[in-house]
């Protein structure tokens, strides 16, 4: 299991992260979310080391990952190349991921080559951006690295190719399970993918939890106001809005029995908010005053 | 230890190609220059001469070009190694080791086949007629035994590597704004000191000249060693806080 | 067939979607239902979120774990189904029906002749 404990990240006087803590957990999917450029690769960039971090540990069963040569072994992150790169062959490139990786499956990245149908003998510039990303995605899925990190692959590919990642990822978590966190900003195609999502915002987390469960956990209700008040009290409110004489919240959080009854019998209106909006909502930027109760 | 290894081998992978390539084009240049120098000297002049033209050696030419590639290997490893190293999961120790291991490699490897050219360099020289430089300062292809030269070479060669290596990390960790302030600290040196970098080659020049008497044959060694071992580590100290690029 | 885009969570309708298979006799007892690879596949989910629905029906005693081969429809899973769902009408559907019927000012008599008409005079 990966930990990270109190991990904060700033360039020079910018804050980007803020006592990040979290437990990630073998062979599950996760999803990291978040509006572009609050901190996501950041985040991913420090699990993997490849950026020092200003504090906090982070932990592969239990042993600081930093310089850990037997960690670092554990951990692939896929993300754009790096820039001096362009020169080199496709094949090289593939050639020194199989060196680096412990546990490289060449055979499997024959397969993924032929699949995607990769010319491993172009230079890295003169790729399209979708193959540069596809080349990503094949090194990624080869390395069947213990955690296998994904940051943002989907430049440059139409729906068919990221179906079809998709479903290759299916069936290789299938048969060589292992964890994977996939960030990404197309929520409604891979939300269902994800076993557990994570939304970044506002230098935190905002939101962690098993996808199944989100729809069962936020409801919009609509009616009169200060009856909408007395339920909404200790929830966690993430919209609000009038409509006519309407007031309109959303909230993320359990509903007990009670307080279905209420809204029962008070005529107050409840219907499911749908992801796309669950998430957009979870990732505004800080809302002072009004929504201050429904966050951390 | 396994990922040493493993960052060993992505280290040799385009080495070998390279190592070879720059070898082939040495190895044409150099018999180029022995024909020519044959058929057409003294129109043509190509190889080291002494001072007053009465010896030669037409394989002496050899190290500026190796020089070149120390410079430009030490430099460009981490521009481009490095961070892709970083982006498959290397740790910056297990790097910076096997960059020594390789460095030292490579430059045992240059030094055995330089000293090798050197020597049969001797031979043909003579063999053609002229009289062969053999007194080259640090060695001599006459007096000395291979192994002799081989050591030299591997001494100059590996704390230039080492120096380079330096340079490289710094390179990679401020970019071009390291040379700017190289440029500039040199330009300061200059006004204040006066001609500072010629006192800085003399000043060396000083301490090699005193130790001389002291170490003899060893000196090189010793005072190569020392540069070595300071640059390697000032270069782990700055590289242990790089981050990726982009 | 899946909504992905439904207000009910998915592993709920992969659970609803076993059932109905049950009941249509698509399903019988002690055929194999299929497995959580099998939906993650077709429908491209998480095979997590497919466990869950399966999982429901076996603590429902609608399914049956058999280790190592999968989950197999349980005998008289047909029955707990029917039972399920009526208990469901009558709590949740039907409470909405009556509330409806209050606030539109139905009368119950008018609503027992609807019914019995819509039902075919039984």
Redesign the interface.
Known sequence: MLEIINLNKSYGKNKVLTDINLKIQENKIYGLLGRNGVGKTTLLSLISNQLLRSSGEIKLDGEEIFENSKAMEDICLVKDLPESLKERKVKDILALAGIMYKNWDEEYKNYLIKEFNLNVKKKLMKLSTGNKTILGLIIGLASRSRITIFDEQTLGLDAAMRYKFYNLLLEDFENNPRTIIISTHLIDEVANLFEEVIILNDERIALKDEVSVLKEKSYFLAGQEDLINRVIKAKRVIYKDKFGSKSIVGIYGDLTEDERNYIRTNNIEISNIPLQKLFVYLTENTVKGEFSNGFN | MDSTNRILKFHIYGLKKTALGFWSVMLIINILSYVLTMYYFPRVRVGLFSGNDDTISLAGINIMPIFIFFIVYGILLYHEDFALALSFGATRKDYYKSTIISNILVVLIFAVIQSIIQIVDKHLVASLGFNPMTEFGIFNTSTDSILYIILVFSSIFLTLNSVTNLLGVFQYRFGYKFWVGLGILVLVGQMFFGNLILKLILGFREIYLYLLPRFKSSTIFITGGFVTIISYTLGYFLLRKANIKK | MLD??S?????IQIAEIIENEILLGNLKEEDQAPST?QF??V???????AR?GLNILVDEGILYKKRGLGMFVAEGARKKIIKKRQLSFFKEILPEVI?EANRLEITLDELIDYIKELKGGE
């Open positions: 992905l885009n207000d009910k969570s998915i592993y690879n993650a596949k429908y491209q989910i998480n095979p997590a979120t869950k509330m």
